[in-house]
Structure formats: structure tokens, C-alpha cells
């Protein structure tokens, strides 16, 4: 795409340049812009790799000593075990008060079993990331959160634009009767805050599971896109454009979808990528609370639940791990969004 | 004006049976049967009889839907099916406790956000204008959890600055001492995303004519910020606050549930937890007739504090 764009400014004064070669020229020039776009397409690479298995695919290996702490001395040499093991392991709260443990030795000798039997195989010490209770690598639980986040993100977000273009057009481009439906439907859903509806969906459907996130989210989302999206169909469907489509014999499907959508379709654009940070942040808060994604899947979410009372162990790093990872995609998506809208509608600047 | 009121009022008809709808198909059709729910782990075929005949699930749809609408009608949903405290008891009970902490954080944020906005409005285009925008981005971009998670932790737990959670009886402790971290994590959670909005009321009044004429006629810039931008710009500012008040009765939950603030909140949270169903439908429908009579509030000051607005 970007040669075309490149050499589209020598070729200007023949051809008059479209929307979207005029909306990436500008895209580019944004230094801003184009650094978030280059972070969102890394993370979606990462999620794609992530999601064919080609790396964190044994995320729940458990590859570390139990909270390994990060760093990078690697697989382990047998010395370095034996050193931080004791260290890390028999740090329990009873001791801290100065009542000795009464199961103490016991304890410890079923952890020397235990330790001896993972130790077997390669028990790191340290781990780049660091190591949650069960010794699973951070990293890659990360990075395993970060394709739950993201896949849920996009499909939910995908799934309530969808929702929200279709109705908005109908409701725009029919008006009458459809028009007052829609806009009943769209008051009855904003009359509740969105949160609370998410919680109460959560608590009739009352099962886990990516796709019962994705389908909660989708459903109750797509209210801030039918708004924009009628009022754009409302000023459209008088237009020229769309008389001349009616006078060569364009259907009604015709003119909505092939003639009006391309013409609104950065509206669409800009409230996808407004409703996948949305969505993500939403996603997070349901896993924390339990209602979102499975027990056997990780998302930041799960991550950031365990890291409540890690913390009060200090333990930080899978707290930092989730949120640094959350933050960066979080932030370069909503720069890229800005970009995006200051590219498609350069009025609004 | 008392015209536009009784049609807003009329409106408020289709939209709160449209609600009403919607909580009914989700709780008593997606919802599945109660009475298994209700009956424990081992279910008795007498007792689930029993419970479906109290409930009134055993009657036909439109008779349930009646009950409902009569339950909504008389605000008594009957007992919570958890704790079987009376539905109206937990609403009074909660409400304060909520508004304590709610009611300072929304007023704090609300000033602060509006300095910082006026600030960043007047400097536009410049270094700090853009710095700050970014720090509210990243700011924005972090979950809320963090934020709790962390000022629970170091301010409180670490530092011993403020309780690490807990409830009181007197208002004044409940504000100052239990109230005090809640409200602070609540100001700094909504501080990015307020900035960023109000800046832009603030940006919309000063490409306004009344501001280059003001200019032209050599008030000074101080002046022109304060009186004549200030007052305009406060003009959105009042119907944001209003509209969110609703929302953040709910939202707030996150704070309410890690502090232990026995608010509207966490009792929403729970009800999830238990499927407690009476709790949630109640709150859902009482919070959204609050969320209508509080965006007619809110047309109805704009209107006052800004003549040229028409309502229609």
C-alpha cells in the first residue's frame, strides 16, 4: 500500500486521488499516527501467532520455581536451585508474626519432594518475565492474554458496529415506522447504564466462556454507532448521488449498502476502533470479577485477579506484566483512532 | 415549557414498558427456571413445586409479567433471594453510603478536570498542551483495577496513609477517614477522560465570534477565559455530570467492592455472584427511570442557563 501512496503525489495532477489514498497520505504524515499503527499491527501479529500455536503454546507449563522472579538467568544449574529455592518457597505469613509453624517440617519436606520431582525436568530460578504461583512463565501468559483481550476486542467490536450499522441505516434510510422501532430499541438500551446491563446479562446467562464475553459485549455496543450512524443515512438519502441511483434503478438494498455505506463508512471505521478499546477494558473487568472468560483460558483480566493477592506478597510482576501490556496496546490504539478520524475527516481538526 | 415536560413525561411510557420487557425476557426466559436456582443442591420435586407457585413462575407469561409490572409499580420486589433482607430495605440501605463517596468525587473531578481543561484550552497547540493530552491517554489507558490495586497497596497498605478498607456509622468519619482513599482513586481514575472531554466544550467556545469581539474590544485574556468562555463551556460541562450521575451509582462498583462500602455497587456485584434476581431487576429498572428523569433534569437546566436552546 505505501509505494501506491508515495507515488500518488507525482500523479496528482492527472488523477483525482479517493478517499482513502487522500485519508492514508495524511495517515503517514502523523508521526503519532503511524508509530500507534505500527504498535496495533504488532500486537496483531502477536495474537495471530499466538492463536496458531506458534509461540506461547505451552503457556501452562509449568516451567519455573513457584514466583520466580525476573530475570534472565535462565534454565537453571542445579547451584542456583538449591540457592534461591529456600529463599523464595517457605515465605509464609505465620512466620512473620514469630510463631514458629507447627507443620513446618512437614511442609518442607513434601516442597523438597515436590521441588525434586518438577526439578527433575528444568525448574528455572528465574524467568524473564518472572513466574506466577505455579511457576508458569509470565511472558507467555501475557502474551496468551493478550490474543483473549484482542480476539474479544475485535469480534465483540466487530459484531456491535455490524449491529449498529445495520440498524442505523434502516432506521435512517426507512424512517416511518422502522425509524421509530430502532429508536425505541436504541432508548430502552441507553436507558440502562451500560455496565449494569453487561452485570445483568452476566448474571442471567450465568456461564463462562469467550464467546459469552464476546456476545454480551457485541450485543449491548452497538447504540453509539446507530446514533451516528442514522444521522449520517438521514443526511445522505436526499443527496444527488443517491436520486441518481433511485433514476438508473438501483433497489433499496442497492442504494443503502453500495451506494450510502461507502460514503459513511469512515463513521464506521472510527466507532470500530473507538468500541475494540472499549471493549477490551470491559473484557478485563468481567474476567477480574469471574464473569468473564473461562477458568482454563488467561486473559489480562485472570492475570490481574491473581496479581490482587500476589501483591500482597510483593509479588508485582504479572500485575506489571498485565497492565504495561494492556496500557501500551490501550494507548496506541486510541492515538491511532484520533489519527485515523483526523485522516478520514480533516474538518474536525 | 410545561408542555415540553408532560411529553417528555409521555415518552417516558414506551421506553420504561420497553425496559421493563427487556428484564423480563432476560430473567424469566433466558434466565431459565428460578426454582432450581432457589431449591439448593439436592432438588425435591414438592419443594420446587412450592417455590414455583410463591414466585408465581407456574402462571402463564402475561400473568408474570403483570407481577412484575405491579412489583415495579409499588417499588416492592420482596425479598432478596440471598440474604432475604426486604428489596427496599437494601435500596435505602445502600443509597447513602454510595452517595458519600459519590457525591465528593463527582465535585472534586468535576473542578479539577474543568481547571486543567481551561489551562490546556488556552495553551492549545502548544508543548504542554500536547504532553498532557498524551499523559491522559496513557492515563485513560490503564485499567481501573490497576489503579485501585496499586493505591490500595501503597498508600494504604504499604504507607499506612488511609484504611485499607472498612466502613464506619458516623458521615463525617465514613467522609474523611473510610471515604478519603475511595474518592481519591475515584478523582484520578476519571481525571484523563473528563480533561480530555471538557477540553474540547472549552476549544468549541473560544473559535466562537463573541470571543474575537471580546478580543477586539481589548478585554484581557484572563477575562475573556474566565467570564465569557468559562460560563459557556460550563454549559455542557452541567449535562455531562448529570448524565453520568446514573452510571457511576453503578460504576462505582469497582471502588465500592475492593474497599468494602456497603453501596449500590457491590450489592449489584453480589447479586451477580448469587443470581439474585429480585436485587438486579429492581436496580436495572430503578436505575434506568433515574437515568430518564435525570436527562430531562438535564435538558431542562440547559435550557434555563442557555436561552438560544430550543426544546422541541
Known amino acids: 500500500m505505501s509505494p501506491a501512496a508515495t507515488a500518488l503525489p507525482a500523479s496528482a495532477g492527472s488523477a483525482s486521488r479517493g478517499l482513502w489514498t487522500l485519508a492514508w497520505s495524511r495517515l503517514t504524515r502523523d508521526r503519532v499516527g503511524f ?64 510463631i514458629p509453624d507447627p507443620l513446618a517440617g512437614v511442609l518442607a519436606e513434601i516442597r523438597r519432594g515436590l521441588t525434586g520431582a518438577a526439578g527433575a525436568e528444568t525448574a528455572a530460578a528465574t524467568l524473564p518475565l518472572g513466574g506466577d504461583k505455579w511457576g508458569r512463565d509470565v511472558l507467555e501468559k501475557a502474551i496468551k492474554g493478550t490474543e483473549t483481550s484482542m480476539i474479544v476486542g475485535l469480534v465483540a467490536a466487530g459484531l456491535a458496529v455490524l449491529l449498529g450499522t445495520v440498524f442505523g441505516a434502516q432506521a435512517g434510510y426507512r424512517g416511518g415506522r422502522v425509524d421509530d422501532f430502532f429508536n425505541w430499541i436504541y432508548s430502552v438500551f441507553t436507558a440502562i447504564p451500560y455496565l449494569l446491563l453487561v452485570l445483568a446479562i452476566a448474571a442471567v446467562l450465568n456461564q463462562k ?23 449520517e443515512y438521514l443526511r445522505h438519502k436526499a443527496r444527488e448521488y443517491v436520486l441518481a441511483a433511485d433514476a438508473i434503478g438501483a433497489s433499496h438494498r442497492e442504494r443503502m449498502y453500495r451506494h450510502i455505506l461507502p460514503n459513511v463508512s469512515h463513521v464506521v471505521l472510527v466507532q470500530l476502533s473507538l468500541h475494540v478499546v472499549l471493549f477490551i477494558k470491559s473484557e478485563v473487568i468481567l474476567s477480574f470479577l469471574g464473569f468473564g472468560v473461562g477458568v482454563d483460558t488467561v486473559s489480562w483480566g485472570s492475570m490481574l485477579n491473581e496479581a490482587q493477592s500476589e501483591l500482597l506478597l510483593g509479588i508485582w510482576w504479572q500485575l506489571a506484566a498485565a497492565t504495561v501490556a494492556m496500557a501500551v496496546l490501550v494507548t496506541a490504539f486510541s492515538l491511532f483512532t484520533d489519527a485515523l478520524r483526523d485522516a478520514l475527516d480533516p474538518r474536525l481538526r | 415549557m410545561l408542555a415540553y415536560v408532560i411529553r417528555r413525561l409521555w415518552q417516558f411510557v414506551p421506553t420504561l414498558l420497553g425496559v421493563m420487557a427487556l428484564v423480563f425476557l432476560l430473567f424469566n426466559w433466558i434466565g431459565g427456571d428460578p426454582a432450581y436456582l432457589l431449591a439448593g443442591k439436592i432438588p425435591d420435586p414438592e419443594r420446587i413445586e412450592n417455590i414455583r407457585r410463591q414466585l408465581g413462575v407456574d402462571q402463564p407469561w402475561y400473568l408474570q409479567f403483570w407481577i412484575f409490572m405491579k412489583q415495579v409499580a409499588t417499588a416492592d420486589f420482596g425479598v432478596s433471594w440471598a440474604t432475604n433482607e426486604r428489596v427496599s430495605a437494601i435500596f435505602t440501605t445502600r443509597l447513602g453510603p454510595s452517595l458519600t463517596v459519590l457525591v465528593p468525587m463527582l465535585v472534586i473531578s468535576t473542578v479539577l478536570a474543568m481547571a486543567a481543561a481551561m489551562l490546556v484550552a488556552y495553551w492549545r497547540g502548544s508543548l504542554t498542551d500536547r504532553a498532557i493530552m498524551i499523559g491522559c491517554t496513557v492515563g485513560q ?40 482513599l475511595p474518592i481519591l482513586v475515584g478523582v484520578v481514575v476519571s481525571l484523563a477522560p473528563d480533561i480530555r472531554l471538557y477540553r474540547s466544550f472549552f476549544l468549541e467556545e473560544v473559535s466562537q465570534d463573541y470571543v474575537r469581539t471580546a478580543r477586539a474590544k481589548g478585554m484581557s485574556e ?29 460504576g462505582a462498583f469497582l471502588i465500592e467492592r475492593f474497599f468494602s462500602i456497603p453501596g449500590i455497587g457491590r450489592e449489584v456485584i453480589l447479586a451477580v455472584e448469587r443470581s439474585d434476581f429480585p436485587v438486579i431487576k429492581a436496580v436495572t429498572v430503578y436505575v434506568a427511570i433515574a437515568t430518564m428523569i435525570l436527562n430531562l433534569l438535564a435538558d431542562l437546566i440547559y435550557k434555563a442557563v442557555d436561552p438560544r436552546v430550543e426544546l422541541k
Open chain 1, 35 to 98: 508509530a500507534s499503527l505500527a504498535i496495533v499491527v504488532f500486537y496483531v501479529v502477536v495474537m495471530c501467532a499466538s492463536a496458531a500455536g506458534l509461540i506461547a503454546g505451552d503457556w501452562s507449563r509449568e516451567v519455573g520455581v513457584s514466583y520466580a522472579p525476573p530475570g534472565f538467568q535462565g534454565p537453571d544449574d542445579p547451584v542456583a536451585r538449591s540457592a534461591t529455592a529456600p529463599t523464595v518457597v517457605p515465605e509464609s505469613a505465620v512466620e512473620d508474626l514469630g
Open chain 1, 209 to 231: 466462556g469467550t464467546l459469552t464475553v464476546i456476545l454480551i459485549l457485541g450485543l449491548t455496543g452497538w447504540t453509539g454507532t446507530f446514533r451516528l450512524v442514522r444521522a
Open chain 2, 141 to 180: 489507558s490503564i485499567s481501573i483495577l490497576v489503579y485501585i490495586l496499586v493505591f490500595q497497596y501503597v498508600l494504604a497498605y504499604r504507607w499506612g496513609w488511609f484504611p485499607v478498607q472498612g466502613w464506619g456509622s458516623g458521615l463525617a468519619q465514613n467522609l474523611l477517614f473510610y471515604g478519603a
Open chain 2, 222 to 250: 484572563p477575562r475573556v477565559m474566565w467570564v465569557h468562555v468559562l460560563r459557556n463551556a460550563a454549559i455542557p460541562v452541567v449535562t455531562n455530570v448529570m448524565t453520568q450521575l446514573p452510571g457511576l451509582l453503578v
